[in-house]
């Protein structure tokens, strides 16, 4: 069973609902850095105000301050993990490898869930979340494009990349993630 995973995709293509449903069925730790972010937004701290405004600009937030994030929460798992909304850039992919490599825990398989830029643009407008209305979508959507992309292609390098169309029900989504990880 493969237990160190990695979650891709745009906005809107269903990682968190099916990071959630999977992880749930396997009890593997489901580590959002977007949910993460928006519970320190909660808190309302220095720190919260500030990502917050980064939160509703459309923007990524600091890359040293989400892997902080992430070492903290990785740190607490010894069983399984997902990472959903982590690594958004080649930075960010270079270093959660050197952090997985001292854990020695390297991903194990990435599955890059997509779909149409329209179905997306519609799903999201309909979520409503915060950061959900039509200009700030457009942000997250043309950030994606030009800096989380291009993961694409390092993680098809390493040979762990797995597609998925996200066009489907969310059973038939999960059952072929789960046929995949068995
Ligand atoms: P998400 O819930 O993954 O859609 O993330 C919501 C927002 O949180 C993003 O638009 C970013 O502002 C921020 N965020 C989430 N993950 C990251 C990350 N890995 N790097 C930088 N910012 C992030």
Redesign the pocket.
Known sequence: MKKHLLFLGP?GAG??TQASLISNSNSYLHL????L??NEVEKKTTLGIQIKE??NS??????EL?LEIVKQNLGLSNQGWIL??????IS?ADALTKVLDELNQPIEKAFYINLAENVLVKRLINRGRA?DNEKIIRT?LD?YNETTQPLIAYYENLNILEYIDGDRDLKTISDEIKQKIA
Do not use: A, C, F, M
């Open positions: 906005p990682k968190g959002s850095t977007g949910e972010l928006r980064i939160i459309g923007k990524l937030v600091d890359d989400v959903d909304g982590y690594p958004r850039n960010q950061d997250r950030i």
